[in-house]
C-alpha cells in the first residue's frame, strides 16, 4: 500500500481509494473519504475522482480491503501485557515442560521481586495433573511465583508468595498442595501483582494495547474490579490511553453498587458501568463455575457468589443511577439467578427501564432455551467468548471432561442468541485466550457444534458494531458518513460470503443482494493480515515495510 508524503495533522482530509471498502452505505464501495477524524463519504472509484484534488493525502490502497476495527468487549489489559512480556505456558504439554519454561524464566529474570506466568492447562497434559507447589519452589529456586491457570480462576503458587499473605491458609478456597481458588486466589493474586512496579505495569499496558492495534483492533472493555486487579491500575489504564495514540478503552468496573454514591464512585474511577466480571461463579476449567447438576469429573455444583437477591439489587440501583450493570456468569445455575434477579428489578422499575440500560452478560456459556429467551425479554447483551469453544468445545474437550458430551454440546448457542435477538458481542477475556479477531469470527461461524455456528457477516458485526452498541453507541462500528473513523486496513484473498445455511449463502452471494463479502475464514484458509489500523482519524498502526 503507498501513501503520499503529507505531514499528519489532527484534521487531514484523507481519500483511500483502489480497495474494497466493507460499508452497508455501498455494498459495492471501493473508495472513502475521511475528514475529521470521521467518515464523510464512501462510494465507487470514479466518484472518487472527484475528491481527489481536494483531499490531504490520498491512500492507494492496492486491492486492500477496509474494514470498521474490531471492538474486543472483554479485556484485562495489564494481563495481557504482562502474558505478552512475562512467561507463557500455553504451549506446555506436560509439567515437566511447564516447569521447565519456570526454570528457565526464573534464571533470565534475577531481578524481578515476583516471577508472573500464564496459561498452563493441566487437562491437557497427560495425568492430568497441576503443578505440585514442592515442585515450582524448586524449579522458582525459592521464589514468589504466580501461574494463573489459563481461565484466570485458579492458580499455583509458590510459597515464596504464600509467605507474603498472612493468614491465607484460613480464606475459602486454599488447599495444601492443589491450585488456590475464590478468595485465597484473589489474596496471592492481589500480593503477586503488588510486586510489579508502575514502570513494569505502564510496559504491560503499552505492549497490550500495542498488540491489539496490530489486530485490526481500535477498541477495547478493560474489565477491572477489585477482585482482579486494583484501582490504581484500572485508572492508569485509562489515563495512558487518555494520552497515548492506540485503541480507544473503556472501563468497566466489577463491584456491587448499592445506592447513588456508590455508582458515582465507580464513575469517579473512569468506568462506564458497574460491570463486567462481577463474579456470579467461576469457571469450568477451575471446577468453580455454578451448576444446577454435579460436574462430571467432581461431585459437587461449584460456586455461587451472588444469588438472585443480590443481582436484583445491584441491577436496580445501577438503573435508578443511569449505570450500566452486568456480571459474569458461566454455568447454567449462575445463569438461572441472573435471569431471576434481573427479572425481578424489571418488576420494580418496569421493564423498559431495564431493557434501555443495555444491562450485559459476560461469557453466558452454560444457557437454556429458557435462558435465552429471558435474555431476549430483558435486553441483556451477551458478552461471548468464540475462541472458548475453539479451545475447549467438542466431544473431546475440557467442556467435555467436566459436564459430559451432553451438556458440552449446548454451550456457547450463538445460533440460538441471535434467533432469539439477543444482542451480542464478542471478545476474547485476555489473556485467558490470545486477542485474535479474526479467529474469534471464524470460530463462531464455525462453532464445533453445527447447530450453533452463525454466518461470518453476523459474527464479524458481533466483534465490531455489536461492542459499541453494548456500551450504548449505535453510531459507530460501522464504515458509513458521520460514524467514527475508526477503521483497519488488511491484505486478504478474495471476498466471501459464508453462511451456515447452504440456502442462505447461495441468495447472499447473488450481487442483487447487495451483501458486502468478508475474507474466507473455512479452517485452514490463512487470516488476513492487518496492514494499518485507524482510530478517530489517527494511524495507531502501520506494518513494518508496508
Known amino acids: ?198 514502570e513494569q505495569r505502564t510496559g504491560a499496558q503499552r505492549a497490550a494495547r500495542e498488540r491489539a492495534a496490530s489486530l485490526g483492533i ?86 455461587a457468589h451472588l444469588d438472585a437477591t443480590d443481582i436484583a439489587a445491584h441491577v436496580t440501583a445501577c438503573t435508578e443511577a443511569g449505570l450500566q450493570a452486568g456480571f459474569h456468569a458461566i454455568g447454567d445455575a449462575a445463569l438461572t439467578a441472573v435471569v431471576d434477579g434481573v427479572r425481578a428489578a424489571a418488576g420494580k422499575l418496569g421493564l423498559a427501564r431495564v431493557r434501555a440500560a443495555r444491562h450485559r452478560v459476560e461469557h453466558a456459556e452454560m444457557l437454556t432455551p429458557e435462558t435465552v429467551a429471558a435474555f431476549a425479554e430483558l435486553g441483556l447483551t451477551a458478552s461471548v467468548q468464540p475462541a472458548f469453544d475453539a479451545a475447549w468445545g467438542g466431544d473431546d474437550g475440557m467442556y467435555a471432561q467436566r459436564l459430559g458430551t451432553g451438556r458440552a454440546r449446548t454451550l456457547n448457542p450463538y445460533a440460538a442468541l441471535l434467533r432469539a435477538g439477543v444482542p451480542l458481542a464478542f471478545g476474547s477475556d485476555s489473556p485467558v485466550t490470545p486477542l485474535d479477531p479474526w479467529g474469534n469470527v471464524r470460530a463462531a461461524a464455525f462453532h464445533r457444534t453445527p447447530g450453533h455456528r452463525i454466518s461470518v457477516r453476523a459474527a464479524f458485526a458481533a466483534h465490531t458494531r455489536g461492542g459499541w452498541r453494548s456500551i450504548g453507541r449505535d453510531d459507530t462500528g460501522i464504515l458509513v458518513p458521520g460514524a467514527p473513523a475508526d477503521y483497519a486496513v488488511w491484505r486478504t484473498a478474495d471476498l466471501v460470503v459464508q453462511a451456515p445455511d447452504d440456502r442462505v449463502a447461495r441468495w447472499s452471494t447473488d450481487p442483487r443482494s447487495g451483501t458486502p463479502g468478508l475474507p474466507d475464514l473455512t479452517p485452514g484458509a490463512e487470516l488476513p493480515v492487518c496492514l494499518r489500523t485507524v482510530v478517530s482519524g489517527q494511524t495507531v498502526f502501520v506494518r513494518p515495510n508496508e
Open 1 to 198: 500500500m503507498t501513501e503520499s508524503t503529507a505531514p499528519q495533522t489532527d484534521h487531514r482530509t484523507v481519500l483511500l481509494r483502489g480497495g474494497d471498502i466493507h460499508s452497508p452505505a455501498d455494498p459495492f464501495a471501493t473508495a472513502m473519504v475521511v475528514e475529521r477524524g470521521h467518515v464523510a463519504w464512501v462510494g465507487s472509484e470514479g466518484a472518487a475522482d472527484a475528491f481527489a484534488k481536494g483531499v490531504d493525502e490520498t491512500f492507494d490502497l492496492e486491492g486492500a480491503l477496509v474494514t470498521p476495527a474490531f471492538t474486543d468487549a472483554h479485556v484485562h489489559t495489564t494481563s495481557t501485557g504482562l502474558a505478552l512480556t512475562g512467561l507463557d505456558l500455553s504451549a506446555a504439554r506436560t509439567a515437566q515442560e511447564a516447569l521447565r519454561l519456570v526454570r528457565e524464566h526464573a534464571e533470565a529474570r534475577p531481578g524481578d521481586r515476583v516471577l508472573l506466568g500464564h496459561g498452563w492447562d493441566a487437562s491437557g497434559w497427560p495425568d492430568g495433573q497441576p503443578l505440585s507447589r514442592t515442585a515450582l519452589d524448586e524449579a522458582a529456586g525459592g521464589r514468589p511465583v504466580y501461574l494463573p491457570r489459563v481461565d484466570v480462576h485458579s492458580a499455583v503458587v509458590s510459597t515464596a508468595l504464600l509467605d507474603l499473605v498472612p493468614r491465607v491458609t484460613s480464606l475459602p478456597g486454599y488447599r495444601q498442595d492443589a491450585p488456590l481458588t475464590g478468595a485465597a486466589h484473589h489474596a496471592v493474586r492481589a500480593a503477586a501483582h503488588a510486586q510489579i512496579t508502575p
Open 218 to 303: 481500535g477498541a477495547l472493555h478493560e474489565c477491572g474490579g477489585p477482585d482482579i486487579s486494583d484501582e490504581d491500575d484500572f485508572t492508569a489504564l485509562l489515563r495512558l490511553a487518555g494520552q497515548e495514540r492506540g485503541p480507544r478503552v473503556f472501563g468497566y468496573w466489577a463491584e456491587r453498587v448499592a445506592g447513588a454514591g456508590d455508582a458515582q464512585r465507580i464513575r469517579e474511577l473512569g468506568a462506564i458501568g458497574a460491570a463486567g466480571d462481577l463474579f456470579v461463579d467461576g469457571s469450568l476449567g477451575s471446577h468453580t463455575a455454578c451448576l444446577h447438576e454435579p460436574y462430571a469429573d467432581e461431585a459437587h455444583t461449584g460456586t
